[in-house]
């Protein structure tokens, strides 16, 4: 979100770890208890560097493009 609406981005009202959870594996709420989804107990601590959001968003737009340049070029070399 920082890196395409940074206007939805509210660093300030971050106030540490308590506002994030850890990716549940048993149970499901609805909504989910934070916006912020921790998938280790490591991770989950933003940084709110737009320079390296737009990177990392970059990055990911990229990929899938790359992977189906490839895919549709090996299927015009099979003739498909």
């Given amino acids: 979100m920082l890196a395409v609406r940074p206007d939805l981005v509210h660093a300030?009202?971050?106030s540490g770890d308590g506002m994030t959870t850890q990716?549940?594996?048993a149970w499901a709420a609805w909504p989910?208890?934070?916006s912020i989804v921790?998938?280790?107990p490591s991770e989950g601590k933003p940084a709110f560097d737009r320079t390296?959001?737009?990177r990392y968003f970059d990055g990911m737009v990229d990929?899938?493009?790359h992977v189906i340049d490839d895919v549709v070029a090996k299927w015009e070399r099979?003739?498909?």
């Fill in 23 to 25: 990716r549940p594996e």
């Fill in 32 to 34: 989910f208890p934070s």
């Fill in 52 to 54: 390296r959001a737009r």
């Fill in 12 to 14: 300030d009202r971050y």
């Fill in 38 to 40: 921790r998938y280790r």
């Fill in 78 to 80: 099979a003739g498909l």
């Fill in 63 to 65: 990929r899938p493009v």
